[in-house]
């Protein structure tokens, strides 16, 4: 049973700082995985998509590496701002569903001004 | 254009007490998606819809539990005899016919008193 962990839970840094939240999986049997963004009272907001046969996509401060024999996926966001406060959560869609995605629990990142 | 909506955004239930979570997906979205979220977790998958029939149901955690999309386009998640376990934030989701990307909603928190 595929299974999605995300350490830390939380991590608070100093605005300006590069960071790397990390994803792990248990099941590289993947079709693809993504990364989202979610706010407090708001929805989720998806960031990166990585299919399986890709190793990175980027978008603007935003990087995110796939390493599907390891099992794992980072997110690399340059330059930190305040407002790049939120939780973000990684999900993996398994080969054998096109629909399901089996998700982490999130990181909780606080940018300090 | 329009985002997937959610009403209510926030609900409190007695204990017993039946609620009708709604959801409108994006137009021409044919898949839809319930998530249960509880706090400080990844969404779990509740049900799938394609157009008006229901596809996938197994996340469903009890029978209290009921999901309808009788026109293929709004959909409705009810839940009979409220338990305080079924405190969570309920997440609706649409997407293109699978396996495309999925779109979220901002979410129906719901307290069971």
């Known amino acids: 049973k595929q299974e999605v962990t995300q350490i830390p839970a939380a991590l608070s840094v100093p605005e300006g700082e590069n960071l790397v939240l990390n994803c792990s999986f248990t099941?590289?049997?993947?079709?693809?995985l993504q990364w989202f963004r979610q706010d407090p009272g708001k929805g989720l907001t998806s960031l990166l998509l990585?299919?399986?046969s890709q190793r990175e996509q980027t978008s603007g401060r935003l990087n995110a590496s796939l390493d599907k024999s390891s099992g794992r996926s980072t997110l690399y966001i340059a330059a930190s701002q305040p407002g790049d406060s939120a939780t973000y959560l990684c999900?993996?869609?398994?080969?054998?569903?096109?629909?399901?995605?089996?998700w982490g629990a999130g990181t909780k990142l606080i940018i300090k001004p | 254009g329009a985002g997937v909506s959610q009403s209510p955004r926030y609900k409190v239930a007695k204990r017993g007490q039946d609620v009708a979570l709604r959801c409108d997906p994006i137009?021409?979205?044919?898949?839809l998606f319930w998530y249960q979220q509880a706090l400080g977790q990844g969404p779990e998958f509740l049900t799938y819809?394609?157009?008006?029939?229901?596809?996938?149901k197994s996340g469903l955690p009890s029978d209290r539990f009921f999901a309808e999309r009788p026109e293929g386009s709004v959909s409705t998640l009810k839940i009979q005899r409220t338990q305080q376990e079924d405190s969570a934030v309920y997440l609706c989701?649409?997407?293109?016919?699978?396996?495309?990307?999925?779109?979220f909603g901002p979410g129906t928190r719901l307290t069971v008193t």
């Open positions: 990585i299919q399986s």
């Open positions: 999900a993996v869609r398994p080969r054998d569903s096109n629909y399901q995605l089996i």
């Open positions: 819809f394609q157009n008006e029939a229901q596809l996938d």
């Open positions: 137009s021409g979205h044919v898949s």
């Open positions: 989701a649409s997407s293109l016919p699978t396996p495309y990307e999925q779109y």
């Open positions: 099941d590289s049997a993947i079709y693809n």
